[in-house]
Structure formats: C-alpha cells, structure tokens
Antibody, heavy 121, light 107 residues
Framework: EVQLLESGGDLVQPGGSLRLSCAAS????????MAWVRQTPGKGLEWVSA????????FHADSVKGRFTISRDNSKNTLYFQMNNLRAEDTGVYYC??????????????WGQGVLVTISP | EIVLTQSPGTLSLSPGERATLSCRAS???????LAWYQQKSGQAPRLLIYGASSRATGIPDRFSGSGTGTDFSLTISRLEPEDFAVYFC????????FGQGTRLDIK
C-alpha cells in the first residue's frame, strides 16, 4: 500500500522559512517523480514543485521560483521541501504527491494527507 | 499557460441520478493528458481518471471520462451518497494546471 506522510507544517511569520518532509512507503521511491501541490484559499489547487525519480531535475512554479526548493533522498525514501522568504499568499495545505512515472508526462496517482502552512505575523 | 475552466461551479443532484461535469481547456491538450480528481471534505484529492478516459485503480465503473482537444467531461452514471464531493480536472502534459473545481451537492 502506497503511503505518503508529510510533516513540518507550522505557523511562520512573513519572511520566515519552513522545511516540509514526506516519508514514502509501499513503492520503489526512486522510480517515480514526486511533487508538492498546495491548496490555498486564493488559487485553489496549484502545482508548486516537482522532481524526477533520480532527483537530477527539479521544476518550480513561477510563484515560488527562487524561494522554494524541492529535493529527495532516495536512500531514505523521503521528499523534502525547503520554503524560504514565505509570504501570506503561501498559506495553505501542502500535499506530497507521487507521480505515475519517473519523468513527464505523469499524473498524480497518490496524495498524502496534507500539512497546513500558515504565514501570519 | 493552459487555463482549465470547469462547469458548472456547483451541481445539485439526487442519489441515483446521472452527473456530467465539464472541463474546458484554453488550448488543445495533446495526447489527452487530462486527469480528474475527487476531493471529499477534509480529505486529500484522489485520482479518478487519467489519460482523459482511463479509470484509476479501484475506481468504480460508474465513473467515466471522455473528450479530446479542449473539451472533456466526467460522467457519474448513477450517483451514490459517497460521490458528493468536489471534482477537479488537471492538464499534466505541459502546464500541470488544475481547474477551479465543480462541487457536487445532494439535492
């Protein structure tokens, strides 16, 4: 059974930083792309960042480029998300999602339960 | 950037009825890289359909997807009580964009 367990959500002040983690199990982690998708009151569901199965290529939405970094440790079956210079509009639920393949194109076939990130003074 | 527009915003139907949800893309979606997800209140989205018409693992056959180019639809043949939720479409070939969702309510 595929399981994705996120952690690290918190209340942070604007300009602050946060690191999310996602522990994966139930599949060969290194064989699949992974991504972060967020759900915010302002924009609904929004793909934010993705990384190929091997970790060699990363992709970020324009809204987070230069501020957020996705990475993975295939030896630990764990996905990471470093979020810097956080803004109020980054507030939302962040989902760790599994891609259906190692490289594009792929749909998101499994989702974690989500973690809440709140940016507020 | 591909923009997906879902309609209607809210659909009110009764159990046993047929539901048809629409997803229109601002540009043609090549190779039918279109997925549908279901989100129940307080839960994460769940994959229903990929490749515009292929059902994901464990999805009942009352769910079906169709369409090509810029116009796609999700049909639920006979609504069950557990089908009342929010449904999202997503293009995953180029932009990974999501639609804004259609809420399916019990009438």
């Amino acid at each position: 059974e595929v399981q994705l367990l996120e952690s690290g959500g918190d209340l942070v002040q604007p300009g602050g930083s946060l690191r999310l983690s996602c522990a994966a199990s139930g599949f060969t982690f290194s064989s699949y792309a992974m991504a972060w998708v967020r759900q915010t009151p302002g924009k609904g569901l929004e793909w934010v960042s993705a990384i190929t199965g091997g970790g060699g290529d990363t992709f970020h939405a324009d809204s987070v480029k230069g501020r957020f970094t996705i990475s993975r440790d295939n030896s630990k079956n764990t996905l990471y998300f470093q979020m810097n210079n956080l803004r109020a509009e980054d507030t939302g639920v962040y989902y760790c999602v599994k891609g259906s393949a190692s490289v594009r194109p792929y749909h998101f076939d499994y989702w974690g339960q989500g973690v809440l990130v709140t940016i507020s003074p | 950037e591909i923009v997906l527009t879902q309609s209607p915003g809210t659909l009110s139907l009764s159990p046993g009825e047929r539901a048809t949800l629409s997803c229109r893309a601002s540009q043609s979606i090549s190779t039918n890289h279109l997925a549908w997800y279901q989100q129940k209140s307080g839960q994460a989205p769940r994959l229903l359909i990929y490749g515009a018409s292929s059902r994901a693992t464990g999805i009942p056959d009352r769910f079906s997807g169709s369409g090509t180019g810029t116009d796609f639809s999700l049909t639920i043949s006979r609504l069950e009580p557990e089908d009342f939720a929010v449904y999202f479409c997503q293009e995953y070939g180029r932009s990974r964009a999501f639609g804004q969702g259609t809420r399916l309510d019990i009438k």
